[in-house]
């Protein structure tokens, strides 16, 4: 089953020239009129492979093949995050179709329905909507923000109408991603088969000192809250080295009042991610650097408080999934090896309602969600002809 390398890099090329920004990479933000070209852009390709399309309530875009039972999917999301790089994302809808244009060319209609997915949003990157694809086709969405309707209706979709998004009948979803990492790069290996998706903590630190004159407050009588929270944030990363791999806590973002160069500051608010493939390591995770932030917090005589923003378990992939995935690999000439997914992807919310399975093929540098972001051709292609003998082990 041949793969055009040439096809799958100028496919790529297309998509990320839509949006493209003038200081680099580009922005495709849900229901956005980069994002509308780019949902037509795909939907011609589907059409052009012979799949007959359709675009769901929430603007998904599927392309199906007839066959008969549950469906077999592939895909990823069409969205990307501001200054966004040319394959996250874009690379699984790419190989996807270019994988089941190769087999319906070698192989003919497929026993199994076959669909290719460009879901419409993952990236969170214009509202507060991370993974609205998937989760419309879990029917997990309860409440839809005025501004997401509003945009929806100017795209000509109907939020009343969200729940008709919802399936039953997937039976399996596979995704083809790079890593975002540096972990396969470095190590020389050229694809990984995902075992889980690593469990999130979102957390939001407020710490309140007391805001004084820069000048007269001698340095034993300040209640400076950045100076607690700069001693929390040493305090977390030490945290996460200590445990070790695969743990990891990062302080994003930082906020400060007064913000004023001669005033001691007198609160403080931090955000924490915290990511581990095991609940039980993330909750440990978690329960050190609450404890440790609190005793810093009464050691410089500062008020803390630590409230959860956001919270996901570790996803499992399927083990059958990952069973496949490995022998196509095989079959291809290649040993995959393991690995965990320290990203989120929809696979962890497509993994509620059907067997899920993903693939990685290394980033160079571990740069993503930049215009930085790059892999080897050789690899996008290794990539997208394994993904092309998984499918044909699962529909054919």
């Known amino acids: 089953m041949g793969i055009d390398p040439a096809l799958l890099e100028r496919r790529l090329d297309e998509l990320y020239e839509i949006g493209a920004e003038p200081d680099g990479g580009a922005y495709r933000p849900l229901y956005g009129p980069a994002w509308a070209t780019a949902v037509e852009r795909v939907e011609r390709w589907l059409k052009d492979a012979g799949l007959e399309t359709r675009?769901?309530?929430?603007?998904?875009?599927w392309g199906r093949v007839g066959g008969s039972g549950k469906a077999i999917v592939t895909g990823s999301h069409i969205d990307t995050v501001r200054h966004g790089g040319r394959l996250d994302g874009a690379l699984g809808i790419v190989a996807g179709l270019t994988a089941v244009e190769a087999l319906l060319r070698d192989k003919g209609k497929p026993k199994r329905t076959l669909e290719v997915v460009a879901i419409c949003e993952e990236e969170g990157s214009r509202f507060a909507t991370n993974f609205w694809g998937s989760r419309a086709i879990t029917g997990t969405i309860d409440s839809v923000d005025p501004e997401v309707a509003a945009a929806m209706r100017e795209r000509g979709l109907d939020p009343a109408r969200i729940a008709t998004a919802a399936r039953d009948d997937i039976d399996t979803f596979v995704e083809l991603h790079i890593e975002q990492g540096a972990v396969l790069e470095s190590s020389g290996t050229p694809l990984a088969v995902v075992t889980t998706i690593v469990g999130t903590a979102q957390l939001e630190v407020t710490v309140t000192g007391q805001p004084d004159h820069a000048g007269t407050t001698p340095m034993d009588l300040r209640r400076d809250a950045l100076a607690g929270a700069a001693a929390m944030v040493q305090a977390i990363e030490s945290i996460a080295k200590s445990l070790g791999k695969p743990a990891v806590a990062t302080v994003g973002k930082l906020a400060v009042e007064p913000d004023q160069s001669n005033v001691v500051p007198g609160m403080v608010v931090f955000t924490i991610d915290l990511r581990h493939p095991d609940l039980s390591g993330r909750r440990a995770l978690e329960e050190r650097?609450?404890?440790?932030?609190?005793?810093?917090s009464q050691e410089r005589r500062l008020g803390i408080a630590i409230r959860t923003l956001q919270e996901k378990p570790p996803v499992a992939m399927h083990p059958d999934v990952r069973a496949l995935l490995a022998r196509a690999a095989k079959e291809c000439g290649?040993?995959?090896?393991?690995?965990?997914?320290?990203?989120?992807?929809?696979?962890?919310?497509?993994?509620?309602?059907?067997k899920v399975g993903m693939l990685f093929v290394p980033s160079i540098r571990g740069r993503s969600h930049c215009p930085d972001e790059a892999t080897d051709p050789a690899h996008l292609v290794l990539g997208t002809q394994v993904l092309t003998r998984a499918l044909h082990l699962l529909a054919w």
Do not use: F
């Open 55 to 61: 675009r769901d309530a929430v603007g998904n875009l």
């Open 289 to 296: 650097i609450r404890s440790l932030c609190t005793t810093i």
């Open 334 to 354: 290649v040993q995959a090896t393991e690995m965990v997914s320290g990203a989120g992807h929809d696979a962890q919310v497509l993994a509620a309602r059907c």
